[in-house]
């Protein structure tokens, strides 16, 4: 599979990542990223080379595999082990990866199932989709991705669709006759808590991205109250869509 515009594929037990340059194609083995300069190496013209799964940069373990059990185990120990209350399974809208699209319910709903198995204590869970068999997982649904520009109408869009049954984060594609439709509905099609997230402090790093000033985050709030009248679901959530990335926000 293609890792950040490389080839990286498995042979005798080295991993060997290629690119093409050039100067044509080169070939390195482990720990060398450029594939430029290293020493060529041999193998057996009859052993056989595997391709590594990867997805957003990262190689994915066998499913059928001991790795992909101790995947599930120690992200389950790192929250018993932190007290976390809390864990947001990004990216499990890709399980598709792990045994083909036809297969992305069974595989994405073993791990979420193998990670609580291991978790000490039940903790609030929310993903970045949903398959039905973890609804009784989920504490929560409709976080976005994060806006970076325009975030008052981000904010009046959100809002509009937070009560429609889209399941995929930042996925919507509503038009005015469902905002008229949902926006005045009580409660989501999965009957879950409702939330604003996520958001980040923006600044002006890089330029395109427009900064977030205290009007913003005074308009978002004043949304969440008038959407918790409506909705208490999205009230349970207010203190956590406000912790934000970088300087801090300081409002008088």
Not at 37 to 61: C, I, N, W
Not at 182 to 193: K, N, S
Not at 225 to 244: C, D, E, F, M, Y
Request: glycine share 10%; charged share 20%; net charge neutral.
């Amino acid at each position: 599979m293609r890792r950040n515009g490389f080839l990286c594929s498995l042979i005798a037990g080295v991993l060997v990542i290629s690119c093409s340059g050039p100067g044509g194609i080169y070939v390195s083995p482990e720990g060398n990223d450029s594939g430029r300069g290293t020493r060529r190496s041999s193998h057996d013209a009859r052993q056989k080379a595997y391709h590594l799964r990867e997805m957003f940069g990262r190689f994915v373990p066998g499913v059928d595999t001991p790795l992909f059990g101790e995947i599930t185990r120690t992200t389950a120990d790192i929250i018993n082990m932190c007290g976390f209350d809390g864990i947001y399974f990004d990216l499990i809208d890709a399980s598709d990866i792990l045994g083909g699209a036809e297969n992305a319910w069974y595989y994405g709903t073993h791990f979420v199932f193998e990670v609580a198995r291991n978790l000490k204590q039940p903790v609030g869970m929310e993903m970045s989709t949903i398959f039905h068999h973890w609804w009784h997982f989920r504490s929560c649904w409709q976080a976005w991705d994060r806006p970076v520009r325009d975030y008052k109408r981000f904010i009046d869009i959100h809002t509009a669709a937070i009560k429609t049954n889209e399941y995929d984060h930042g996925l919507w594609n509503g038009h005015l006759p469902l905002i008229k439709k949902y926006a005045a509905a009580e409660g989501g099609g999965l009957l879950l808590p409702l939330h604003l997230g996520w958001w980040g402090n923006q600044t002006w790093n890089p330029p395109q991205v427009e900064p977030i000033f205290p009007d913003d985050i005074e308009y978002l709030c004043c949304r969440m109250i008038a959407a918790s009248i409506v909705n208490p679901g999205i009230k349970s959530r207010a203190q956590v869509i406000l912790i934000t990335a970088g300087e801090p926000l300081k409002m008088e």
